[in-house]
C-alpha cells in the first residue's frame, strides 16, 4: 500500500512541475520609441504611383498625401501613430481606371500600429488599422474597410504599404451589381516618403530597450 501511494505522490509532483512548467514567464514586453522627438507630427508624400485593384479592376492614383502624429508608447501591442488626413487625389491629378476617374473620400482617423522590428535593416513592419474609405465613379459607390500591412525603413523615411485582397473589402456597394458586390477584394499598394515638418528629417520607429 506504501509503494502506491508513493507512486500516486510522484505522479502528482510531476503533473505539477509540468503545469509549472507551461505558464508564461512573467514580464512586459518593451513598447515603440519614436524619434527624434515625442509626439511629433509628419507629412507624407508618394514615390511613384499608388495602385490598387476593385475586385481584379485596376486603379491608378499619380498624387497621394497623408498627415498626422507620432508617439511614444509603452504598450508593444499599441498604436505609434494616428493618420488625421489623408488624399488620394489632387487638383488635375484623379485616380484613373478603365471605367473613368475615380473619386475618393478617405475617412481618416486609422492607426499606424507597430508589430516588428528588423535589427539589421533598420525596418519596422505594422498595420494601418482601422482603415475606412469611400469611393465611387458614375453611379456605383462604395465603403472599403480593413487593414493594410507596411514596412517602415528608419534610414529612408519610407513606408512601403501593400494589402492583399484578404485585408481590405468592400463593406458597402450601391449600384454595384456583379461587378462589386459587397465583399468583394481590393489591393492596395504605394510608397510614402514620411517627414517631419520644418527640417525635413525622417522619424524613426525603434523599440524600447
Known sequence: MRSWRRYVALLTSGAALSLAGAVPASGTEPGWQVGPVSP??????NEGNFVRTLNQVPETCTQVTMGGSLATTNDPAGA???VSTAAFTAPGKPCSSVLGNITRLP???WQLVAEGYDA?????????TNYTEKG???ATA????GEIPWI??????RLKMDASGTDLTVVASRNGGAWLPVGSPVTFKGTLRLTLPGNNA????TPQS
Open 40 to 45: 511629433a507630427a509628419f507629412t507624407g508624400q
Open 80 to 82: 505609434v501613430g494616428t
Open 107 to 109: 475617412q481618416p482617423g
Open 120 to 128: 539589421a535593416t533598420a525596418t519596422v513592419s505594422g498595420r494601418i
Open 136 to 138: 465611387n465613379v458614375g
Open 142 to 145: 462604395w465603403t472599403i474597410a
Open 152 to 157: 517602415y525603413e528608419n534610414n529612408t523615411g
Open 202 to 205: 525622417a522619424p524613426t520607429l
